[in-house]
């Protein structure tokens, strides 16, 4: 038998070999077990403190058929009395057949093996390495994915002193995964690692600092212990904040998460357009909780130079259901919308399932992918009731109260809320496919599809910019003519007092009543 003191001495047929061998171990009878260290001597010595990792190696190698000798507490050892660390492998080393070594010190368990002629087993050294933890992890990965080879894995927590976390990134960079570090700077994965991961061409991320508005992240980033930053709103009237303010809290911590609902996007890539900033520092942008158009992540990225920027689509209910980044809408997708087809929310997440609900008698649909309807989902992340409400128990699909469909590559595309969709004798109009396709005018901040006396109309926000007539520009008109509207009335479109991003369409009912 070998020493096992580092990952970085382990090449992957090794680690590979080991776990076919605790697989064969695990799959013996008891009897089978017990001959496979029979007449052999352990000793751990664990100079540090030591319950799980210490009762887990002496409790193996009694099932194993082995005897065990165990080092006492270093205050009843010869150690108090200053016998050397050296010297007290020696001694253990004429007792044993293998020695389990834990200790305080980097590098301990390297010097037990120059010291000692037996094989030595690193239960911990200091916070350099613990390889025996990272078996153990793999096995369970293995047991759990079925394989190694090509996993998405996020480490958080402390990890400059994480000799697990050191050990577990020395082993998967055998097996091409991609690695998130999920940690406040200071206690974030030490430079030499990470150098090693870039050395491999091993894809990884660092979530350090995150700035967000949505209390739900707020929870989760306390209880990973994230760095998280609040942003400097307005929080009755957030439209109305100090955006200089906001965008001095990102560049003075060095953000490098945003996560913002798309009305304060909206006001800080105005104020950074204005003073001529950007905020090349961050590294990913996310936004969702009301729509999100193509054109504000265009936006975004003029100011967010060197972000990931991605739009999710959710529920509080059901966090996220799919997910859109920026660099994967082709020019196929932007033409679709254009043309009416609704407004992109891209892949659903793995952890959803999602089905869509026909809505109208009238849809004869060739295929599923042309059914347009309600959109239902469930999962781990969907609620499973609401407080002081009855949940039926044959229900167990959430019913978002949007509409949309998948279309045939498979993104799911959003057509407006289901009460919001209009019919006008035998024809059904959803509101995002007309929106969605104004969104692209450059001269309208925003529109909504209403209707009246089976007539269609658009309230339309002019860009601030726009100095000229909205009823004459081109883009509009052409729109206009295209989706059979009646009329176009210019108006401050209100908007809901939370997000600030959502159309508020009650107060949207009075301004109808004027048409």
């Not at 265009?298 to 972000?307: C, G, H, L, R, S």
């Not at 060739?366 to 407080?387: M, Q, T």
């Not at 699909?397 to 959003?414: A, E, P, S, V």
């Amino acid at each position: 038998m070998g020493n096992i003191i580092s990952m970085n001495d382990m090449k992957k047929k090794e680690i590979l070999d080991i776990l076919e061998l605790a697989r064969k171990i695990e799959n013996c009878s008891e009897e089978e077990k017990l001959k496979f260290l029979h007449g052999k001597i352990i000793s751990t010595l664990f100079f540090e403190p030591s319950t799980r990792t210490k009762m887990s190696f002496e409790s193996a190698a009694m099932r194993l058929g082995a005897k065990v000798l165990s080092l006492p507490p270093v205050e009843q050892s010869s150690v108090k009395k200053g016998e050397s660390f050296t010297d007290t492998i020696k001694m253990v080393e004429a007792y044993s057949d293998v020695i389990v070594v834990r200790h305080p010190f980097d590098g301990a368990a390297r010097l037990a093996v120059e010291t000692s002629e037996k094989p030595v087993i690193n239960a911990g050294d200091g916070s350099n390495q613990h390889p025996s933890q990272t078996l153990l992890d793999l096995y369970t990965i293995l047991e759990e994915k079925g394989t190694l080879e090509n996993l998405k894995i996020a480490f958080v927590g402390d990890l400059k002193y994480g000799r697990t976390v050191h050990s577990l990134t020395r082993a998967l960079m055998h097996f091409n995964p991609t690695i998130y570090f999920v940690a406040p700077q200071i206690l974030q994965m030490p430079d030499y690692l990470l150098e090693d991961l870039k050395e491999k061409n091993i894809k990884f991320e660092k979530e350090t600092s995150v700035y967000s508005s949505f209390p739900i992240f707020l929870f989760s980033h306390i209880a990973t212990g994230t760095t998280t930053f609040i942003p400097d709103l307005n929080w009755q009237k957030p439209a109305e904040s100090n955006f200089k303010n906001i965008v001095k809290q990102i560049m003075e911590n060095n953000i490098q998460n945003v996560i913002l609902p798309p009305a304060i996007f909206e006001n800080i890539v105005k104020f950074c357009k204005n003073e001529k900033i950007t905020l090349e520092n961050v590294q990913k942008v996310y936004t969702g909780g009301a729509p999100v158009f193509y054109s504000l992540m265009e936006k975004i990225k003029e100011v967010f130079t060197n972000a990931k920027i991605t739009a999710l689509y959710g529920a509080s209910e059901a966090e996220p259901i799919s997910s859109l980044n920026f660099e994967d809408i082709t020019k196929e997708d932007i033409e679709n919308m254009k043309n009416g087809e609704g407004l992109l929310a891209g892949k659903i997440v793995n952890e959803i399932e999602l089905k869509i609900e026909k809505l109208e008698k009238s849809d004869n649909v060739k295929d599923s992918s042309e059914l347009k309807g309600e959109i239902l989902v469930k999962g781990e992340n969907v609620v499973n009731g609401y407080l002081n409400v009855e949940k039926n128990p044959d229900e167990i699909w959430h019913r978002t109260g949007d509409t949309g469909y998948i279309n045939r590559k498979g993104q799911l595309i959003l057509l407006g809320r289901v009460k919001g969709r209009i019919q006008i004798e035998e024809n059904i109009y959803y509101p995002f496919t007309v929106e969605t396709a104004f969104s692209f005018c450059k001269n309208l901040k925003k529109s909504v599809l209403t209707s009246k006396d089976d007539k269609l109309y658009l309230f339309a926000e002019r860009n601030p910019k726009f100095k000229g007539d909205l009823s004459e520009d081109n883009e509009i008109k052409e729109l206009k003519e295209k989706f059979g509207i009646f009329k176009i009335i210019e108006t401050e479109i209100p908007m809901d007092k939370r997000h600030n991003s959502k159309t508020d369409y009650k107060r949207l009912e009075e301004l109808k009543k004027e048409l």
